[in-house]
């Protein structure tokens, strides 16, 4: 997968800083198929990339602070594969958390979760089934979009084949949490 990074040159002119493979990517010796990709990450407040810096090595958890973003990249290989006798679930999630710090911990071990994010997921390639937690399965192909509203849900890959999606996650509140009080004058 290629990724291409715009930004700004010494005189404000717009150029392209960056052109070749996203740096941020592992292919899972645990269950192959899956693949986990970070093109790119924003922290809260951050400018516009001017100096063409890459943000993506510096992260340190794939759970992007409120105001925060994560451009995540997935696929995941047929649930066939889980069932393989040589699947080994806990070496896959000692690599989920090695790879997905932050998010990996949320990962509960029938592969649902939920994140104090709004994500906007793109299937780019296959099909898989969003599972929510009553239970609920709706079937996503290419080019269909979901908006994932900090609702517990899981991925099921049932099509025999890999899927690949693409996910923006934008950090909020946490459920619960307050917004601060203002004061009129």
Do not use: C
């Not at 700004?8 to 592992?26: K, L, M, Q, T």
């Not at 029938?110 to 709706?138: Q, S």
């Amino acid at each position: 997968m290629r990724r291409v990074v715009t930004g700004h040159d010494g005189n404000g002119r717009s150029v392209v800083v960056s052109d070749g493979p996203i740096p941020r990517s592992r292919e899972f010796t645990s269950l192959p198929g899956w693949v986990s990709r970070l093109p790119w990450a924003t922290d809260p407040g951050d400018p516009p990339n001017r100096a063409g810096e890459d943000p993506t090595p510096k992260v340190t958890s794939l759970l992007p602070a409120p105001g925060g973003t994560r451009f995540i990249v997935l696929t995941f290989p047929p649930d066939s594969a889980l069932a393989d006798p040589a699947f080994d679930p806990v070496a896959f999630d000692q690599e989920q958390r090695a790879d997905s710090p932050g998010l990996a911990e949320l990962i509960e071990p029938d592969g649902m979760h939920a994140t104090p994010t709004v994500d906007y997921g793109i299937v780019l390639r296959g099909e898989i089934l969003l599972e929510l937690d009553d239970g609920h399965r709706t079937r996503l192909s290419a080019g269909d979009i979901v908006i994932q509203n900090g609702t517990r849900h899981a991925w099921r890959n049932d099509s025999g084949r890999p899927v690949t999606m693409a996910f923006v996650l934008i950090g909020t509140e946490p459920e619960g949490s307050t917004e601060p009080e203002t004061h009129g004058a």
